[in-house]
C-alpha cells in the first residue's frame, strides 16, 4: 500500500466510500431526477448513496440508462497536492478526464500535469475509441474520486460528431450517427430498412448514405431531394399501418427498423412486440420518446426485450434510444 493512504481520507464521506470501491452515475445532462428516480435507493442520501452535482455515488452497480457515463470502479484517492494527485492517477493509466463539481481550476492544474487526452470529434464511420478513459473528480482539495473503469470511452459520455451540415435535413441524423458508432454496427449496401417518422429526412439519409435500400414512411413529406435518393421509397402515412409479416414481400425478412416517431412509448412498445412475434425484423433502432412524465415502466419493458439495450445517447434529449442488433 502506497504511504499515500496515510493521508486522512475525509470524515464529510459516509463510511462506504472510505472503506472500498463504489460506483458513479453521471446524469445525462438535465436528467438528474430521472436518473435518482430510475436508481430509486432506499433510505436517506448517505446511507448507500450520495448526490455530488450531477453525479450519484453508490455502493450498488445497477444498470442506469439516463447515466451519460458510469464510473465502474470509483474510489477516493489522496491528492495532498496537485502533483501527487496527477501522480496518483497516472499510476493507474493513462488516460483521464477531469469532471469537475467544484474545485474546477484545482481539477484543471491536475488535468495540465496528466497526458493530454485528445477529445477529438468523431468521424462517422470509424469505430469508437477503443483506449480506456477514466474519470475523476475533486471531493475537496486533497480528495479526489476517481475511477479508470468507465463505461463509455468518451469524455463524460459525450459523443461529438464531425458534421454534415450540407447534406443531412435535420440534426436528428446525429442520433442515428451515433448509435450505430455506440453499437459498432453499420447498415450494409442492399440491406433493407424501414425509417418509420422519417420527416424531413435526417435518418433515411443516414441509412441511404450507408447503401441501403430505405423505405421512408412519415405522416408530413420528406425533404424532396431525399425523396430523390435512389435508394429511398417514401410512402405519406403512419408507421403504425404497416402490417409485419408483408413489409419488405412476403419472404423477405427486414434487416433494420429504425423509428423516430413522435408517439408515446407503450404505443411504440406494441408495435414493435408485433414485429418481434412476427420474426419480420432483424435490427431495431427506436427513439422513446418520453413525452411529458417520464414512463419509468415502459422503458424497462423495452429492456427487459432479450439481447438488447436503452441508452440515452448524447444527442438524446427527453427521449431514450432502444436498440436490438442481431
Ligand atoms: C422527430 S421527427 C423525426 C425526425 C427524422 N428522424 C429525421 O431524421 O429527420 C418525428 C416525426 O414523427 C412523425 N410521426 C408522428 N406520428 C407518426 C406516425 N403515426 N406515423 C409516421 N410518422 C409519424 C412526425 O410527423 C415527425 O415528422
Same mark, same amino acid.
Request: one cysteine or more; proline letters at 8%.
Given at each position: 500500500?502506497?504511504?499515500?493512504?496515510?493521508?486522512?481520507?475525509?470524515?464529510?464521506?459516509?463510511?462506504?466510500?472510505?472503506?472500498? %470501491?463504489?460506483?458513479?452515475?453521471?446524469?445525462?445532462?438535465?436528467?438528474?431526477?430521472?436518473?435518482? %428516480?430510475?436508481?430509486?435507493?432506499?433510505?436517506?442520501?448517505?446511507?448507500?448513496?450520495?448526490?455530488?452535482?450531477?453525479?450519484?455515488?453508490?455502493?450498488?452497480?445497477?444498470?442506469?440508462?439516463?447515466?451519460?457515463?458510469?464510473?465502474?470502479?470509483?474510489?477516493?484517492?489522496?491528492?495532498?497536492?496537485?502533483?501527487?494527485?496527477?501522480?496518483?492517477?497516472?499510476?493507474?493509466?493513462?488516460?483521464?478526464?477531469?469532471?469537475?463539481?467544484?474545485?474546477?481550476?484545482?481539477? %484543471?492544474?491536475?488535468?495540465?500535469?496528466?497526458?493530454?487526452?485528445?477529445?477529438?470529434?468523431?468521424?462517422?464511420?470509424?469505430?469508437?475509441?477503443?483506449?480506456?478513459?477514466?474519470?475523476?473528480?475533486?471531493?475537496? +482539495?486533497?480528495?479526489?474520486?476517481?475511477?479508470?473503469?468507465?463505461?463509455?470511452?468518451?469524455?463524460?459520455?459525450?459523443?461529438?460528431?464531425?458534421?454534415?451540415?450540407?447534406?443531412?435535413?435535420?440534426?436528428?441524423?446525429?442520433?442515428?450517427?451515433?448509435?450505430?458508432?455506440?453499437?459498432?454496427?453499420?447498415? $450494409?449496401?442492399?440491406?433493407?430498412?424501414?425509417?418509420?417518422?422519417?420527416?424531413?429526412?435526417?435518418?433515411?439519409?443516414?441509412?441511404?448514405?450507408?447503401?441501403?435500400?430505405?423505405?421512408?414512411?412519415? $405522416?408530413?413529406?420528406?425533404?424532396?431531394?431525399?425523396?430523390?435518393?435512389?435508394?429511398?421509397?417514401?410512402?405519406?402515412?403512419?408507421?403504425?399501418?404497416?402490417?409485419?409479416?408483408?413489409?419488405?414481400?412476403?419472404?423477405?425478412?427486414?434487416?433494420?427498423?429504425?423509428?423516430?416517431?413522435?408517439?408515446?412509448?407503450?404505443?411504440?412498445?406494441?408495435?414493435?412486440?408485433?414485429?418481434?412475434?412476427?420474426?419480420?425484423?432483424?435490427?431495431?433502432?427506436?427513439?422513446?420518446?418520453?413525452?411529458? +412524465?417520464?414512463?419509468?415502466?415502459?422503458?424497462?419493458?423495452?429492456?427487459?426485450?432479450?439481447?438488447?439495450?436503452?441508452?440515452?445517447?448524447?444527442?438524446?434529449?427527453?427521449?431514450?434510444?432502444?436498440?436490438?442488433?442481431?
Amino acid at each position: 500500500m502506497s504511504e499515500d493512504w496515510l493521508f486522512p481520507l475525509p470524515e464529510s464521506l459516509p463510511g462506504w466510500m472510505r472503506e472500498g %470501491a463504489f460506483t458513479g452515475y453521471l446524469a445525462a445532462p438535465g436528467f438528474l431526477a430521472e436518473l435518482l %428516480a430510475e436508481l430509486d435507493f432506499e433510505g436517506p442520501a448517505g446511507a448507500g448513496h450520495l448526490v455530488f452535482g450531477d453525479m450519484v455515488f453508490a455502493r450498488k452497480a445497477l444498470p442506469a440508462v439516463w447515466a451519460q457515463n458510469i464510473w465502474r470502479n470509483a474510489r477516493l484517492l489522496p491528492a495532498p497536492s496537485i502533483g501527487q494527485g496527477a501522480k496518483a492517477l497516472r499510476e493507474i493509466q493513462r488516460n483521464w478526464w477531469a469532471h469537475p463539481v467544484r474545485l474546477a481550476r484545482r481539477a %484543471a492544474l491536475i488535468t495540465d500535469k496528466l497526458p493530454k487526452v485528445s477529445a477529438k470529434a468523431q468521424v462517422f464511420g470509424e469505430a469508437a475509441p477503443s483506449a480506456p478513459l477514466g474519470s475523476f473528480t475533486l471531493w475537496d +482539495e486533497t480528495t479526489l474520486i476517481a475511477a479508470s473503469d468507465c463505461a463509455s470511452p468518451y469524455p463524460d459520455g459525450q459523443v461529438r460528431f464531425v458534421e454534415d451540415r450540407f447534406s443531412a435535413p435535420s440534426r436528428a441524423y446525429l442520433k442515428l450517427w451515433e448509435a450505430l458508432t455506440l453499437l459498432g454496427v453499420f447498415p $450494409k449496401p442492399g440491406e433493407l430498412c424501414l425509417d418509420l417518422g422519417s420527416c424531413p429526412g435526417g435518418w433515411t439519409w443516414v441509412l441511404a448514405s450507408c447503401g441501403a435500400r430505405v423505405f421512408s414512411i412519415d $405522416k408530413a413529406p420528406i425533404e424532396p431531394k431525399i425523396a430523390a435518393m435512389p435508394e429511398v421509397d417514401f410512402c405519406q402515412g403512419s408507421g403504425f399501418g404497416l402490417e409485419p409479416k408483408t413489409a419488405g414481400g412476403p419472404e423477405a425478412r427486414v434487416d433494420w427498423l429504425c423509428s423516430d416517431m413522435a408517439c408515446y412509448p407503450a404505443r411504440l412498445l406494441e408495435l414493435v412486440t408485433r414485429w418481434l412475434e412476427a420474426d419480420a425484423c432483424r435490427n431495431f433502432i427506436c427513439t422513446l420518446k418520453c413525452q411529458g +412524465e417520464t414512463d419509468h415502466a415502459t422503458i424497462q419493458a423495452f429492456a427487459a426485450i432479450p439481447g438488447s439495450r436503452v441508452l440515452h445517447l448524447s444527442h438524446n434529449k427527453h427521449e431514450l434510444t432502444w436498440a436490438l442488433i442481431r
